[in-house]
């Protein structure tokens, strides 16, 4: 009996750790950070603006698309009798006066969204003036109260977010970030009439920016999928499953054009090879072979072998001038190419409808909690063939309005902490950069990882070294408590001048994430937003 007592006091004990180590506090990151939302209250509410992805043809040959949207969250703020939103072609905070347009907000209603009539477009990017981080492009939104501004933002430009945060983020390591992604990535085209219109164009189209675009916006991660078309000048392209979209060449123009002026880590996701590529066969090989030649020969300067392991830290592969991650979905062929990263798990839910969708996510979100490596949570809705052939007027479109908003709400408010890829279908409609962006600098922030700037990152041994030696702390990393609003500017505009000539050194020692063994607590789920107005 005393044995079985002793027994059960040393089980409750070892419990007792087991739990108290899932939230522990160290300097610099304490459980309360993790606990408390993302954007933490505030007086006034966090504004942002989105692009609307639905898009028609008008009388007389002309269009209508990329509607700008304004959006507010009251972070526990509730409105005031007489606050307005405007949209701004000016910088609202220090004179609130002439909008373009200007909606009255409803008293006591803290979050809402409205769809304007005023058309963004496609501002030209210049690479040679990224400078520095966040720079708007021409339409703000600010939210106004007793003659005020007292909350703005504006569309803007994230060509440099990482090297911007480098003091925060640089020794993070990869896996722990939030990387703002894209869905099919090359199944990009902007609406151009009637032309588009079509039900095979509705349903093909995923993204209305090229890769260049994404990259420049902010995005991190580009899922493709390639066929190979031997009859053809250019003979690999960028597919939507079966269907040919865009020539894989302007996908690495664009890359190589990025990647040039920046010093951003990309990640490259060749996740399918639907057309061209026989499976199990010496052609099959052989095809592969030509990609990942023609990859090597116009990006190998730029490729990170796959020995440094999701462990690694920007500071690392800044050290060798290396910023781009292929990850390559054949292994036979990654299995003779040291620069090709092994499969990035894609959690493809397959979903109809907003809630199906939120529930398939919740699951892998919690599933997922402690992965080792990167994993993408596909963040879209999907058509069924019964969708196309009963719903021939609706397409990608119409189904990533039906989920922005709430992709938004759920990442921003639930799955900040864990998430470490969100890709999306027109991207433009969801805040996903910026939450992203922000989630990455929180984590960073709670957690306990002493932020180390380039020049203190000289090897890749003395890194692994210290990786060692912080295992336990870098865990807590992401075991924050499951459920950013910073006060200084994180944007930066000293010029980069990059050296595109270092070769990558030898690398020695694959690094891997200690095994986590505590249980994560699932957050509890938020009300799925139905509505276009939340007023």
Same mark, same amino acid.
């Given at each position: ?155 803007? &430009? =994230? ?8 003091? %925060? @983020?640089? +020794?993070?390591? /990869?896996?722990?970030?939030?990387? #703002? ?100 066969? &010496? =052609? ?8 990942? %030649? @023609?990859? +090597?020969?116009? /990006?190998?300067?730029?490729?990170? #072998? ?230």
């Amino acid at each position: 009996m005393s044995e079985n007592r002793s027994a059960l006091i040393a089980s409750l004990l070892l419990f007792g750790c087991v739990i108290s180590s899932a939230l522990p506090a160290a300097p610099g990151g304490t459980e309360e950070c993790w606990t408390s939302p993302l954007y933490p209250p505030a007086e006034s509410p966090r504004v942002f603006l989105t692009l609307s992805p639905l898009a028609k043809s008008l009388p007389g040959g002309n269009s209508q698309q990329r509607q700008i949207e304004l959006n507010w969250h009251g972070n526990g703020a509730a409105s005031q009798p007489g606050d307005w939103i405007g949209l701004y072609e000016h910088d609202p905070t220090n004179n609130p006066t002439l909008p373009l347009r200007q909606i009255a907000v409803a008293t006591g209603k803290n979050s809402g969204y409205h769809k304007t009539d005023v058309q963004f477009g496609f501002p030209a990017v210049d690479r040679h003036l990224f400078t520095g981080d966040s720079s708007c492009l021409g339409f703000w939104i600010g939210y106004v109260r007793n003659g005020v501004t007292v909350s703005s933002n504006c569309i803007k &430009l =994230r060509p440099s977010w990482m090297w911007q945060n480098r003091e %925060k @983020l640089g +020794s993070v390591p /990869l896996y722990q970030l939030f990387l #703002p992604g894209t869905h099919n990535s090359g199944s990009y085209r902007p609406y151009n009439g009637h032309s588009s219109d079509t039900v095979f164009m509705r349903y093909l189209i995923c993204q209305d920016e090229d890769i260049f675009h994404s990259l420049s916006y902010g995005i991190r991660y580009l899922d493709v999928r390639v066929g190979y078309y031997p009859e053809r000048d250019d003979k690999f392209w960028l597919n939507h499953n079966y269907a040919r979209v865009n020539p894989l060449r302007f996908l690495i123009e664009d890359l190589k054009n990025f990647l040039e002026v920046t010093r951003e880590i990309v990640i490259l996701d060749f996740h399918r090879f639907p057309v061209g590529f026989s499976q199990n066969t &010496l =052609r099959n090989r052989e095809t592969h072979d030509r990609l990942v %030649k @023609l990859l +090597s020969d116009k /990006l190998g300067d730029y490729m990170v #072998p796959s020995s440094f392991g999701p462990m690694t830290t920007m500071n690392d592969l800044w050290a060798i001038n290396r910023t781009l991650i292929i990850v390559y979905a054949d292994d036979w062929t990654r299995s003779s190419h040291p620069f090709l990263w092994p499969s990035i798990p894609q959690e493809w839910g397959d979903k109809r409808n907003v809630d199906d969708l939120y529930r398939y996510l919740s699951v892998i979100d919690h599933k997922r909690f402690d992965s080792d490596y990167f994993w993408a949570a596909m963040a879209e809705l999907t058509p069924s063939t019964m969708d196309v052939l009963f719903r021939p007027n609706d397409g990608l479109r119409k189904l990533a309005d039906n989920v922005a908003r709430n992709v938004t709400t759920w990442y921003r408010d639930l799955w900040w902490k864990t998430t470490s890829i969100a890709a999306v279908d027109f991207f433009h409609s969801t805040d996903i950069i910026d939450v992203a962006i922000d989630a990455s600098l929180k984590r960073a922030r709670c957690s306990s990882v002493v932020p180390t700037t380039l020049s203190s990152a000289t090897t890749i041994q003395q890194t692994a070294a210290e990786e060692r030696s912080t295992a336990t702390d870098r865990r807590r990393f992401y075991l924050g408590p499951r459920n950013l609003d910073f006060a200084e500017s994180t944007s930066e505009t000293t010029p980069i001048s990059l050296d595109t000539t270092s070769p990558s050194p030898r690398i020695t020692a694959r690094r891997r994430r200690p095994k986590n063994n505590t249980t994560a607590i699932v957050a509890p789920n938020l009300p799925v937003i139905t509505t276009t107005n939340l007023n």
